[in-house]
C-alpha cells in the first residue's frame, strides 16, 4: 500500500478543481472589466457626442454584433475579437499607438 507523507503537492483532482475555479473567477473579472469599459464608452457617446437613448442602442447592438460576427467569421475563441479588430484598424490607416498610448 502507497501512503503519501508530508506532500503538499496536489492531486489530480485538485489540480483540475483548481484550474476551473480560477476560470471561472477569471470570467466573472473579466465580464466585470467589459461592462465597466462599455459604460465609459456609452457615457462618452452621451455627454460628448449627444447619443440618446436609440443612438447608444444601436451602438450597442452593433458592437454585439461586431463581436459575434468576427468570432464565427474567423473562429475565434470569444477574446480573440479584439486581435481582428486591432488588425483591421491598422490596416485602414489608424495609428492606434496615438490613441492608447499616453
Known amino acids: ?6 506532500s503538499n503537492k496536489p492531486t489530480a483532482t485538485q489540480r483540475k478543481a483548481l484550474r476551473e475555479e480560477c ?6 473579472l473579466l465580464a466585470n472589466y467589459n461592462r465597466q469599459a462599455a459604460i465609459q464608452i456609452l457615457h462618452i457617446l452621451r455627454f460628448d457626442y449627444g447619443f440618446g437613448q436609440k443612438r447608444l442602442k444601436e451602438f450597442s447592438d452593433r458592437l454585439k454584433a461586431l463581436q459575434d460576427r468576427t468570432t464565427v467569421k474567423y473562429e475565434l475563441e470569444e477574446g480573440d475579437t479584439i486581435w481582428i479588430c486591432k488588425k483591421e484598424l491598422e490596416e485602414s490607416g489608424i ?3 496615438e490613441f492608447l498610448e499616453g
Open 1 to 6: 500500500m502507497k501512503v503519501r507523507i508530508n
Open 23 to 28: 476560470v471561472k473567477e477569471f470570467d466573472k
Open 95 to 97: 495609428d492606434l499607438k
